[in-house]
Nanobody, 129 residues
Framework: QVQLVESGGGLVQAGDSLRLACVASGRTFSGRTFTTVTVGWFRQASGKEREFVSFIKWSGGSSYYRDYAESVKGRFTSSRDVAKNTVYLQMNSLKPEDTAVYYC??????????????WGQGTQVTVSS
């Protein structure tokens, strides 16, 4: 059974940084390894819909393509540690509007949450002003 576990959330002040981690375990993802599936990060603020943050997509060999929501471009960076089956989201220059529960998702293809098959339980990020 596939499992995704996020960690790294917390309470920080505006301008601070956090690094979220998403660790995958279990069997293959629709016949593929975690190394080659697209992993997305989404967030959901209280009273709002879940929104896309970033995804990291395997593009062959050891190369990955990344995309980000406009609201986080230049501040957030997604990376992958293949040996640890882990995807990270480095979040710098955090703003109060980044406050949300952050979810990682796997085996998708883009920016829509509905495209992803596996989800973690989420980790709370709270940014105070």
């Amino acid at each position: 059974q596939v499992q995704l576990v996020e960690s790294g959330g917390g309470l920080v002040q505006a301008g601070d940084s956090l690094r979220l981690a998403c660790v995958a375990s279990g069997r293959t993802f629709s016949g593929r390894t975690f190394t080659t599936v697209t992993v997305g990060w989404f967030r959901q603020a209280s009273g709002k819909e879940r929104e896309f943050v970033s995804f990291i997509k395997w593009s062959g060999g050891s190369s990955y393509y990344r995309d980000y929501a406009e609201s986080v471009k230049g501040r957030f960076t997604s990376s992958r540690d293949v040996a640890k089956n882990t995807v990270y989201l480095q979040m710098n220059s955090l703003k109060p509007e980044d406050t949300a529960v952050y979810y990682c998702a796997a085996d998708g293809s883009g920016v829509r949450a509905s495209e992803y098959r596996y989800w973690g339980q989420g980790t709370q990020v709270t940014v105070s002003s």
